[in-house]
């Protein structure tokens, strides 16, 4: 008299996937966005950065990734060297090189 039958909620198809479905879309729309928003950029900069460090010449002037600007003068497997003065070499590893500057970048400076 005072206290009413409950009945259970019936489910939307036999097994309940289309509730389970719902319940992860959410978390399948942010990986999602992930991927373009800051994998997929991220894998297309690695892929330009790779490709500038194996088109790295002799004559090239570049920035390291301490600031330093100079003048390629020898290229190897894993490193160059670059000509920062007058004399003045440094041996520096190509992961190191951030920028491939125009060609008489440093002599307008």
């Not at 959410?26 to 997929?40: C, H, K, N």
């Not at 894993?78 to 125009?102: M, R, S």
Request: aromatic share 6%.
């Amino acid at each position: 008299m005072f206290i009413s039958n409950a009945y259970a909620q019936s489910p939307l198809d036999g097994l309940g996937l289309s509730s389970n479905l719902t319940s992860f879309l959410p978390i399948i729309l942010m990986f999602v966005v992930l991927y373009f928003l800051m994998i997929r950029p991220q894998m297309k900069r690695q892929k330009e950065q790779k490709a500038m460090m194996d088109a790295l010449a002799k004559g090239d002037e570049v920035v390291t990734s301490g600031g330093v600007l100079g003048r390629v003068t020898k290229v190897t497997d894993g490193y160059i060297t670059i000509d920062i003065a007058t004399g003045t070499e440094v041996l520096v590893q190509k992961a190191a090189v951030t920028t491939l500057l125009p060609k008489g970048t440093i002599k307008s400076l």
